[in-house]
């Protein structure tokens, strides 16, 4: 079957080898850039995934969060289907944050895998949600017919692939932005701008030079 690229304004977003047009599910559906949120009348904290943007999480917490293994967290890492987004590993005494955003990808990466997407069509499908905040995540469901992967920002949007033959699954993000949030509670999470280990590096120095001058 041949697969479609990703438009602008919903349909396939999984795809590969795709030709750079095609015939539209829905010639009414809204396109994202004009959507509205469901959290609008939230304070910004509350809202989802609404804490520090420099507040991240260490990857074994992220596994946790997002039921998957290191091995997984790490191969997606240094492919760059999901980065850190919160700070990359930079030597000896730092590691990888991520952000809640970040978590919420991976859990859905992890569906799509365990849907029997494939990895290659995952990556095209997550290119396209990339610069998409948690607000904007919140409100897609992803559909698909076991190959391309469609996201849809309304009922009508579903029930049209439904009845269109064009879904065997669906994933309701809002959902998973709730457990992740559940998860997190309960998992540490600390702030990127502090750089524990060098910092302690550093004291530890400063303070045995201050003890040879005495001692000397």
């Given at each position: 079957m041949a697969?479609?690229?990703?438009?602008?304004?919903?349909?396939p977003?999984?795809?590969?080898?795709a030709?750079?047009?095609r015939?539209?599910?829905?010639?009414?559906?809204?396109p994202?850039g004009?959507?509205?949120?469901?959290?609008?009348?939230?304070?910004a904290?509350?809202?989802?995934?609404?804490?520090?943007?420099?507040?991240?999480?260490r990857?074994?917490?992220?596994?946790?969060?997002a039921?998957?293994?290191y091995?997984?967290?790490?191969?997606?890492?240094?492919?760059?289907?999901v980065?850190?987004?919160?700070?990359?590993?930079?030597?000896?005494?730092?590691?990888?944050?991520?952000?809640?955003?970040?978590?919420?990808v991976?859990?859905?990466?992890k569906k799509?895998?365990?849907?029997?997407?494939?990895?290659?069509?995952?990556?095209?499908?997550?290119?396209t949600?990339?610069?998409r905040?948690?607000?904007?995540?919140?409100?897609?469901?992803?559909?698909?017919?076991?190959?391309?992967?469609y996201?849809c920002?309304?009922?009508?949007?579903?029930?049209?692939?439904?009845?269109?033959?064009?879904?065997v699954?669906?994933?309701a993000?809002?959902r998973?932005?709730r457990?992740?949030?559940?998860?997190?509670?309960?998992?540490?999470?600390?702030?990127?701008?502090?750089?524990?280990?060098?910092?302690?590096?550093?004291?530890?120095?400063?303070?045995?030079?201050?003890?040879?001058?005495?001692?000397?």
């Amino acid at each position: 079957m041949a697969e479609q690229p990703a438009p602008p304004d919903g349909g396939p977003v999984g795809a590969t080898d795709a030709p750079t047009t095609r015939a539209p599910v829905e010639a009414s559906r809204t396109p994202l850039g004009l959507q509205g949120t469901l959290f609008d009348d939230l304070p910004a904290a509350e809202r989802p995934g609404g804490s520090a943007q420099d507040v991240g999480y260490r990857g074994p917490t992220a596994c946790s969060a997002a039921g998957i293994t290191y091995r997984q967290l790490d191969y997606w890492a240094r492919t760059g289907l999901v980065e850190p987004g919160v700070r990359e590993a930079s030597g000896s005494g730092t590691s990888r944050l991520y952000s809640f955003r970040d978590i919420l990808v991976l859990k859905i990466v992890k569906k799509l895998l365990d849907a029997g997407i494939s990895l290659q069509n995952i990556r095209t499908a997550i290119a396209t949600l990339r610069d998409r905040g948690v607000e904007d995540l919140a409100q897609i469901t992803l559909m698909s017919d076991g190959t391309t992967v469609y996201e849809c920002t309304s009922t009508d949007e579903v029930l049209d692939l439904l009845q269109g033959g064009q879904a065997v699954f669906a994933i309701a993000v809002r959902r998973h932005v709730r457990d992740v949030e559940g998860s997190l509670a309960t998992l540490p999470g600390e702030r990127a701008a502090v750089d524990a280990p060098a910092a302690q590096s550093a004291d530890d120095e400063l303070s045995s030079r201050r003890r040879r001058r005495t001692t000397a």
